[in-house]
C-alpha cells in the first residue's frame, strides 16, 4: 500500500494489519462537519466545485488532512447558513470532528482548523 494515501491503525502479526486511506479521515471529518446546524454545505476547490456540477459528490470535499504516526491535523473550508454565529457553529464543527475522527479511527486529533469560505444567503 501507498504510504503517503494510508495509515496502518493496527498489525497482528498472526492475523494481518488494517490500513486506512487518508480519503476515509477526510470523509469523516466532512460528514461530520456538515451534521451540524447552520453549516450549509463544504467549499471545495475549482476542480471538486466542476466534479460535483457533473453529478460526482465528492465527499471530502473541502477537507484536508494530514495525518502523522499517531495524530492527524484537520483542515475543513465551510459554507454556513446566514443568519448563524460563526464562533459557536465553529465550535460545535471542531468539537464534532474531533470526536468523529477519534472515535472512528483511533487517531488523535491535533487540531481542526476552519476556514469559512463563504455564507449562503438562499432562503429555504
Not at 453549516?39 to 495525518?67: Q, Y
Amino acid at each position: 500500500m501507498d504510504d503517503k494515501k494510508t495509515f496502518k491503525i493496527t498489525g497482528n502479526d498472526q492475523i494481518g494489519e488494517v490500513h486506512i486511506a487518508n480519503e476515509v479521515v477526510a470523509i469523516i471529518a466532512g460528514l461530520a462537519a456538515t451534521e451540524v446546524e447552520g453549516v450549509a454545505a463544504m467549499a471545495g476547490d475549482i476542480t471538486s466545485e466542476l466534479i460535483s456540477k457533473l453529478g460526482m459528490k465528492s465527499l471530502s470535499k473541502g477537507v484536508k488532512v494530514e495525518v502523522g504516526q499517531d495524530d492527524v491535523s484537520i483542515e475543513l473550508a465551510l459554507v454556513l447558513e446566514y443568519g448563524y454565529n460563526v464562533p459557536s457553529v465553529s465550535r460545535t464543527v471542531q468539537e464534532r470532528v474531533m470526536t468523529a475522527v477519534e472515535t472512528m479511527t483511533g487517531l488523535s486529533v491535533t487540531d481542526v482548523n476552519i476556514k469559512i469560505a463563504d455564507v449562503n444567503l438562499d432562503k429555504k
